[in-house]
């Protein structure tokens, strides 16, 4: 069914001149950055981006130098009136007590092992091995985080060796890979990369043979199985 | 204004001595600049002070895992109150980071030498940001600086939404080569 790839070409450049779109320049990773950095993503996103940074370094000193450029802007505000300042001050050294945050880092290191990284371990709120995967096809299981107007984050596990369903997505697709690796019309990922595929762009990932995949996808619109087995899973399963 | 090494300073008065008088220094310091940048970019009045009182909660509680050698005061605030709104903005607003994670630790270190201070690394992106085209520049600064989504800038500019998208990842690319080639010089000047 391959042809389904060369059929998502023309709307690919959709709006976009072919001499733009080529431009292999472009990373849509130092964007994704720039706005994490900002603070504009949504929860779920930022998390996978702060998950990313976690587990690569590199991407870490972009990431702080623009952090650094907000900060300075926000010394540069023109300050407001604190009406209330002595109030909110003793409110924050009434906050000494330590034990509820004494018990949260215990429960964090629990979760986080060599695939989880801190920010997926507080967001997911257990560990890999807790997870109540259902599966999808067989070597596909998955399991839904969130689902909503927004968007979707999903964990996948894929078995060595298996392909996803067919997809395509109204949004772009961020998919972190947390242990094994896959490759996609796009390229090869390992731990710790983000592949990102954009909208209408048909892609069918694949594990590499071998080591299960474990990743964290997040889609800023709803996700459509497009391919034949695809269809029927979209139609049993991801109704909503 | 206080200087990077005073609020470094105070910082680590309140963490080595819970010293009140040091803290309400940096309160007075930060708190209505963060509340104001938070009402800028479109927080209400009432959630401004929120996420602001929560940032600086968690600088009095946790200013023992601010490291200097690692990153600004200010851009260590920052995080925090970055990442608090985000959390607020959720249906059940749980924490999603803590300034123990890994993550807050990124080193703030563009320059190689280690010898830039934040001012200097801020006009190193600052210069790194001018040596961009103009077209990549002006869409640049409207999706980092006003927070335009990319349809907003497209309506805005007249420009086709591929072009707005295609335009901002090349720019941020190039900034990000820039940076980390420590090549700012020659090509800003």
Redesign the interface.
């Known amino acids: 069914m391959r042809n389904h790839n060369t059929r998502g070409w023309p709307r690919l450049v959709r709006n976009v001149t072919t001499r733009e779109t080529m431009h292999h320049d472009e990373k849509p990773l130092d964007t994704l950055l720039a706005h994490y950095a900002r603070g504009a993503l949504s929860a779920p996103l930022h998390v996978l981006v702060a998950s990313h940074l976690e587990l690569r370094p590199e991407s870490q000193r972009f990431v702080s130098a623009l952090e650094g450029v907000v900060a300075s802007a926000i010394l540069e505000e023109e300050p407001v009136d604190i009406g209330d300042r002595d109030a909110r001050l003793a409110a924050i050294f009434a906050e000494d007590g330590a034990g509820e945050t004494l018990a949260r880092p215990r429960a964090v290191e629990r979760m986080v092992s060599g695939d989880m990284p801190h920010p997926l371990a507080r967001y997911l709120g257990q560990s890999l091995k807790e997870v109540p995967w259902r599966t999808l096809l067989p070597g596909v299981k998955e399991y839904r985080i969130e689902d909503n107007e927004e968007g979707e984050a999903v964990l996948y596990w894929i078995k060595g060796g298996r392909k996803m369903p067919f997809h395509t997505h109204e949004g772009s697709e961020y998919t972190l890979v947390l242990k094994g690796a896959f490759s996609d019309l796009n390229g090869h990922y390992g731990r710790g990369d983000i592949a990102i595929a954009d909208a209408d762009v048909d892609h069918r990932p694949i594990a590499d043979p071998g080591e299960d995949c474990f990743c964290f996808a997040v889609t800023d619109a709803p996700l459509k199985l497009t391919g034949p087995i695809g269809r029927i899973v979209q139609r049993l399963f991801i109704k909503h | ?1 206080l200087s990077p090494g005073e609020l470094a300073g105070l910082a680590k008065a309140v963490a080595q001595s819970r010293d ?1 008088d040091a ?2 220094r940096l ?2 310091f930060f ?7 938070l ?2 970019q479109g927080a209400d009045a009432a959630l401004a002070e929120e996420i602001t ?1 929560d940032a ?2 968690t600088l ?3 200013s023992d895992l601010f490291d200097p050698a690692k ?2 005061l ?2 260590w ?3 925090i109150a ?2 608090r ?3 607020l ?2 249906r059940d607003r ?5 300034p ?4 807050f630790d ?5 320059d190689i030498e280690g010898d830039m201070d ?2 200097q ?2 006009e ?3 210069v790194a940001m001018n040596s961009l085209p103009d077209e990549q520049l002006s869409l640049v600064r409207l ?3 006003e ?1 335009l989504s990319h349809s907003e800038i497209s309506e805005a500019t007249g420009l ?4 707005v ?6 720019a ?5 080569r820039t ?2 080639s420590g090549g700012v010089v020659e090509i800003g000047s």
Do not use: C
């Open positions: 204004m009140r803290f309400a309160f007075d708190a209505p600049r963060l509340q104001a940048y009402m800028r009182q600086l909660t009095w509680r946790k990153s600004s200010s851009t605030l920052y995080r970055r990442n709104r985000i959390d903005l959720r749980a924490t999603l980071t803590e123990d994670d890994p993550v990124l080193p703030d270190d563009t934040a001012a690394r801020d190193a992106v600052r999706a980092f600086f927070g086709p939404l591929g072009t998208k295609s335009r901002i990842r090349l941020f690319t190039r900034l990000r940076l980390e």
